[in-house]
T-cell receptor
Framework: QKEVEQDPGPLSVPEGAIVSLNCTYSNSAFQYFMWYRQYSRKGPELLMYTYSSGNKEDGRFTAQVDKSSKYISLFIRDSQPSDSATYLCAMTINNNDMRFGAGTRLTVKP | GAGVSQSPRYKVAKRGQDVALRCDPISGHVSLFWYQQALGQGPEFLTYFQNEAQLDKSGLPSDRFFAERPEGSVSTLKIQRTQQEDSAVYLC?????????????????????FGAGSRLTVL
């Protein structure tokens, strides 16, 4: 079993839909949780990070962490075609070595 | 520079050849990381430098992999006697601050900026 599990999709939604992406993990020592967006042939770019459990909102994006269930989510409201990318969850104990999920490929159709 | 620069962007090697991949981090960034991203997978940690010191190389898959950052800026990842399973995108990332967070001290200094990667294909 991988340390971080993420459904690779692909996920296809119409423009304006609410998108829900999620990951589960096994290592209870993880404290920092991130979501990265990766466009084709580009490096990952940080979207959001959260420390420990709780919610965090940034514009159309909301990140949720439930440490008791070892489950994290990213919600995208009013999705746009420009949101089409691969979304990677990542987590770390102390930023020395970050563990990534496999990534979920999202397509938002106009 | 404005971002993390990696070269070459694409490299094709015959099995058994040695390759060297270069990373130019953002100027002044203390921390530098190398990750390996296989097709359809997330990045996997290879090694971490704080300035010129290689503090963690636990992710290097074999002794054919070697990384250095001799002057604390540019880094090179070298793969000797390449094998087909080495085919992947090799990502470099840098951050302003030193790694090793405590409590909620995650800040802009800890954010990793990734390069576009070097895609290695071993035939």
């Amino acid at each position: 079993q991988k340390e971080v599990e993420q459904d690779p999709g692909p996920l296809s939604v119409p423009e304006g839909a609410i998108v829900s992406l999620n990951c589960t993990y096994s290592n209870s020592a993880f404290q920092y949780f991130m979501w990265y967006r990766q466009y084709s042939r580009k490096g990952p770019e940080l979207l959001m990070y959260t420390y420990s459990s709780g919610n965090k909102e940034d514009g159309r994006f909301t990140a949720q962490v439930d440490k008791s269930s070892k489950y994290i989510s990213l919600f995208i409201r009013d999705s746009q075609p420009s949101d089409s990318a691969t979304y990677l969850c990542a987590m770390t104990i102390n930023n020395n070595d970050m563990r990534f999920g496999a990534g979920t490929r999202l397509t938002v159709k106009p | 520079g404005a971002g993390v620069s990696q070269s070459p962007r694409y490299k094709v090697a015959k099995r058994g050849q040695d390759v060297a991949l270069r990373c130019d981090p953002i100027s002044g960034h203390v921390s530098l990381f190398w990750y390996q991203q296989a097709l359809g997978q997330g990045p996997e940690f290879l090694t971490y430098f704080q300035n010129e010191a290689q503090l963690d190389k636990s992710g290097l898959p074999s002794d054919r992999f070697f990384a250095e950052r001799p002057e604390g800026s540019v880094s090179t990842l070298k793969i000797q006697r390449t094998q087909q399973e080495d085919s992947a995108v090799y990502l470099c990332a840098s951050s302003l601050g030193a790694a090793g967070l405590t409590l909620s001290h995650y800040s802009g200094a800890n954010v990793l900026t990734f390069g576009a990667g070097s895609r290695l294909t071993v035939l």
